[in-house]
């Protein structure tokens, strides 16, 4: 089995940073597939970023260019730097890992806690 732990997040205004953070633990391949997806009220939960193993990352369009996904391999770990956020990415952001970058959430079988970002205008 494998675990996630997350940490980061919290609340911020408008323009501010946050970063999550999200350890794998367990039996974790060499390779995999790690990120966020957030869900905001009422709303799907997409994508916000993910990254295969030494690939480039993607991002969503709505935080392309503000949010920057990186990884630790050697720590299982991947980090989350989001900046001038906006009151529309206020969302709970779960950390996922897989053997490859399903889509579709429902593919994903190892969630973290998730964590709340709160962005106030």
């Known amino acids: 089995q494998v675990q996630l732990v997350e940490s980061g997040g919290g609340s911020v205004q408008a323009g501010g940073s946050l970063r999550l953070n999200c350890e794998a633990s367990?039996?974790?391949?060499?390779?995999?597939?790690m990120g966020w997806f957030r869900q905001a009220p009422e709303k799907e939960r997409e994508w916000a970023a993910r990254?295969?193993?030494?690939?480039?990352?993607y991002y969503d369009p709505s935080v392309k260019g503000r949010f920057v996904i990186s990884e630790e391999n050697d720590k299982n770990t991947v980090y989350l730097q989001m900046n001038s956020l906006k009151p529309e990415d206020t969302a709970m952001y779960y950390c996922?890992?897989?053997?490859?970058?399903?889509?579709?959430?429902?593919?994903?079988?190892?969630w973290g806690q998730g964590t709340q970002v709160t962005v106030s205008s």
């Open positions: 990254i295969f193993t030494g690939n480039t990352p």
């Open positions: 367990g039996r974790v391949k060499d390779s995999y597939c």
């Open positions: 996922v890992i897989g053997k490859y970058c399903y889509s579709s959430s429902d593919m994903f079988t190892h």
